[in-house]
């Protein structure tokens, strides 16, 4: 009989892949939206695309998706703040927080870099949807170290030879 994975299990074994730290942002009729998002990469070169996940649990996705646009910001490594804020459902997460619009979406300040896109296309996938975008235009703030999220939380656990060691 074939082992079928439990999300528990899932998030246990997939967490330890390191992931960077994004916030997908958008513009509902003049209002700033926006989330915390792991689930975010390249696709393609030529053309330009990229992917993220929401989940369909997400209040801020429907309204980002309406627009037709978004804005993905890089975490750096000192903006666990920021995800904490973004990952907090129903909350004003804009109050207090230094951003500028964009055509695509909110930009905000501090970040590695913003990719600007449009949603090209929206694949359903169990209890995620799966968004591809065109990137349109792409933006370099700083050159640091990218927040980044392993088992279960920010930045890089040490390994167990490193531990032992210490």
């Keep these: 009989m074939e082992h079928v994975a439990s999300p528990e299990e899932m998030r246990r074994v997939l967490g330890s892949f390191a992931s960077g ?4 942002t958008g513009d509902d009729d003049g209002s700033p939206v926006g989330f915390t998002c792991q689930s975010f990469a390249s696709v393609s070169l030529d053309p330009p695309l990229v992917l993220f ?3 369909h649990t997400s209040l801020s996705w429907p309204r980002i ?6 804005a993905v910001n890089v975490l750096a490594d000192d903006q666990q703040h920021v995800s904490a804020r973004f990952a907090v459902k129903g909350a004003d997460k804009f109050a207090g927080l230094a ?4 055509t695509w979406g909110p930009a905000i300040e501090g970040t590695l870099a913003t990719v600007l896109c449009t949603v090209e296309d929206v694949h359903v996938a169990g209890d995620h949807d799966i968004v591809v975008g065109r990137v349109q235009q792409l933006v370099t703030h700083r050159e640091d170290a990218p927040l980044l999220f392993f088992r279960g939380a920010f930045g890089l656990a040490p390994s167990r030879t490193e531990a032992d060691t210490a």
């Design 21 to 24: 730290v994004v916030i997908v």
């Design 53 to 55: 996940c929401p989940a």
């Design 99 to 102: 951003w500028y619009a964009t």
């Design 65 to 70: 998706r309406a627009s037709g646009r978004f």
